[in-house]
């Protein structure tokens, strides 16, 4: 962003400020982050940067933690990871699957009403959580699904459908539907249709989805506080019940784990997202 | 001369059979739609309708003491009432003793006016020892309570099946003795502080929010791609990034002996025994949450940035407007669009955030949800949850629809 020699000297001063201000508000998102990482190696019991860690004093430094949270004896962390994991991917396969057909539906130039489908499928997005989780949790309790895993997927596949409704759609709204027709007059039947033509166009957007649902049931901590019992720990309920207590270096290892999860989660996003835009790209 | 009719192929109408077309793609249509429609509408649009139920539902009282109320109709409400009344409290009361069910008309009862928790409890525990016949004598023997109509006009007034009383304890407010709405006690006044407080720090963090994005969305949609992606994964990794591990990396910088603190006391703006305490209270909630909300203003006001074309600030400038005015006239202008979006969706988010506040909001700092969780795990009032819960989604409601009317929701962008 250099400036051309001609410009005066006030405009300077005011491009190199906005420049400055703009750089502040990237460390202020960026820069929290990283503070975890470093007091996830700390050889100390403490959350702060010991004298030695400053000095990068290898002896300041250790796996301790990461030790803890794998082996540690009452550390919760894998029950934790193993029922995230297994709630995550089945909301998520749920709310990718109930996300797409609907997203499919609300393409069609033929849908009546659509607007109002729209918002009302979008609206456990914009709801407040610990009102979904209210209404879920008397639901759940009603029929007898509150503390276990089946009431908890199908709430995280209410909260993940949206994501992929709104994903869907955005790819579905530069789909060329002359290449069904197409298929169509050459014989082929819908469902053939949709799975060798529609769906691996509108591939990038459902994986994308898809991520955004994994995100969000994995993340979700809210309406999981409200269903779940001791069996149905997740990483985020743990998480949540050990910043009550207090800062342990192990939430730091957790977290740090996470930070490299959600950085892959974001290159594939945004790798999908490139594709994407290049295939709609290749339609126009 | 008779408009002839185009036929198609097998002898029906073309607009007949145009009319068939269409209403079977409209089926094929909605039926894709359905099983999402139905599920959400079962495990998600009934639920919130039966918390809606249960904020006015009050019957529980009409429930356990039926024979009173049937007997309670016929009494004007002035005076004592008659014998038929303690009869039905009699046999009432000893059912419920035999089941030991009474604990929780005591506590509804004690709502609507102090001193009926020893009243009935005092009863409970010799209505055994009474004898048939003349019950009202041997009531107000027990405790002189029920000899005062105030008591009896109480009860009598817990007697319709739907009540907002809920509502107004949300509002500070309550019904007094003759069921005129009044302020609550002066030390029970919590909600009002609690509403305002959650709007408060809503419409502050979305102007933080607004005035923090703005330049950096503007950064990010004028650099070449190159640039932008990079800078770009500032805004998405936070995005991406577990809510809690956010919030505790917030705890982490804003404890007392955190990396903040240690700054200050470094710069020498606080003694080292002094430290300011910047997490527990509205700045800890304050921060974290515009740090979090960030990027759902970043990237609304990005993608609509995104569209405006260079040239029209060149040809403003080239018609002799300063850069200031060429900004007001021209770009800011067109980027309302964006900050109507970006503004609502963080305002949005931010009215009901529990999570955030929960961890570093302390006493001073916690919001309506915070408020709305510890009746649904500790007080267990669920019936005051549920009506803040309605309130709370009521006023959601309405800035969605208004959202929905600005940017149209299938407008939604994300990452």
Redesign the interface.
Known sequence: MALPNHTPLNYRIWHYTYLTFCFLVFFFLIAPLFVILPLSFNAEQYIHFSAKMLALDPEGFSLRWYEDMIYGTKNPWGLATKNSLIIAFFATIGATILGTVAALGLSSRHMPYKAAFMALLISPMIVPLIISGTAIFFFMAKVGLAATHTGIVLAHIILGTPFVVITVTATLSGFDHSVTRAAASLGSNPVNTFMKITLPLIMPGVISGALFAFVTSFDEVVVVLFLAGLENTTIPIQMWVGLREQLSPTIMAVATCLIVMSTLILVTAELLRRRSERLRGINR | MSKEQILSSDGIPLEESLKKA?RK??L??????????L??LI??????G??LF?SVDDRMITKMLPKTFVAMEKWDGQDLPDEPVYEGLYEDLSLLKKNKTFGKIIARLNYEKSGFSSLIKKTIRKIDKLEEGNYKEQFIKIHKRWGQSEYLVALKNTAPNWSYAKYLKGVDLKFDEKRNIIQQDEDRRIYKTLWLRTINVAFWVTIFCFI??Y??AH?LAT?PMKYSNL?M??????F??????????????L?Q???INDLIVWLGWAADDNRPELMYNVIGTFVAMT?IL??FMVLPLYSVMKTISPSLMRAGKSLGGT?LVSFFKIYFPLTIPGIGAGSLLVF?LA?????TPA?VGGASGSLI?NN??YH??SSLD?AF??AL?TM??VG??AI?WVY?KLV???N????
């Open positions: 269409e793609n409209k094929k249509a909605l039926l894709l739609v359905a099983p999402l429609f599920f959400i495990i998600y649009i009934f639920p919130i039966d918390m249960r923090l994005a330049p950096i950064l650099l800078l994964i500032c805004v998405l990794l936070p991406w990034t577990s809510l809690l591990v956010r919030t505790s990396s917030w705890m982490v910088l404890q002996q955190g990396p740090q960030l990027p850069p949005i009215i009901g955030y529990y999570i961890l949800s709305i969780a649904m795990k669920w949850a549920s819960g709370l989604l959601v409601l969605y929905n149209g929701i299938d939604i962008k994300l990452g």
